[in-house]
């Protein structure tokens, strides 16, 4: 079986990078909680005003080197290629912010090891790589191609209006792959 796992909202906190940066920059401005969020895209439920602020902080040298890791997803990357799962990192490059694919490489390495940074797949269009699964917490991945993997949607509050994919979180990951 070989997987594809998106990075940003996944295994890496995104949601978390942004709140703290942004109040940190902005203590007198305040978010969306994300239990409150309906929008995959951070800034559409703001107004005008406030988008340039919440893109200034995910486009910052440091953002993606920082992010902290959602809870339980490095001990299931590392479950998972123990149990003999071919496990593939597949991101998404931030094209808006430069310091982007070198920090997610670095944080890689920082977080997991050089054997994982080899299994980084860097792209924006998810479609062009074969895979049985793709775990994404974005609500439709599209692309040039037809797909050959299944979207297993990583849950989050901002993608629950999809219900026609199967879910998953850190916690309930071996249930949903059949893996007890």
């Given amino acids: 079986m070989r997987i594809l796992i998106d990075m940003d ?3 890496a906190n995104f949601e978390k990078g942004v709140a ?3 109040r940190a920059l902005y203590p007198d401005k305040s978010l969306i909680p ?6 995959f895209s951070i800034e559409d439920q ?29 001990e299931a990357l590392h479950e998972l290629s123990l149990r ?3 496990v593939n990192i597949c991101t ?10 070198q920090e997610k490489y670095d944080w ?24 049985d699964l793709l775990i994404d917490d974005k609500p439709n991945v599209m692309g040039v191609e037809q797909p050959t993997w299944e979207h297993i949607l990583y849950s989050q509050p901002y993608n629950q ?12 990951w071996k249930s949903v792959l059949n893996l007890e």
Avoid: M
């Avoid at 994300?34 to 929008?39: A, F």
């Avoid at 209006?161 to 309930?172: A, F, G, L, V, Y």
């Fill in 34 to 39: 994300l239990e409150q969020r309906t929008s």
């Fill in 161 to 172: 209006h999809i219900t026609s994919k199967r879910r998953i979180t850190w916690q309930d």
């Fill in 84 to 86: 003999g799962v071919e």
């Fill in 92 to 101: 998404s490059p931030l094209l808006s912010n430069p310091f982007c694919v």
């Fill in 46 to 74: 703001y107004p005008p005003e406030i988008r340039p602020l919440i893109k200034g902080v995910y486009c910052s040298k440091g953002f993606f080197y920082n992010l902290q890791p959602i809870k339980g997803a490095l």
């Fill in 20 to 22: 703290d940066g942004f």
């Fill in 108 to 131: 890689i390495l920082s977080h997991l090891n050089s054997e994982w940074a080899r299994r980084v797949i860097t792209l924006k269009d998810k479609t062009l790589i074969r895979a």
């Fill in 9 to 11: 909202g996944v295994i």
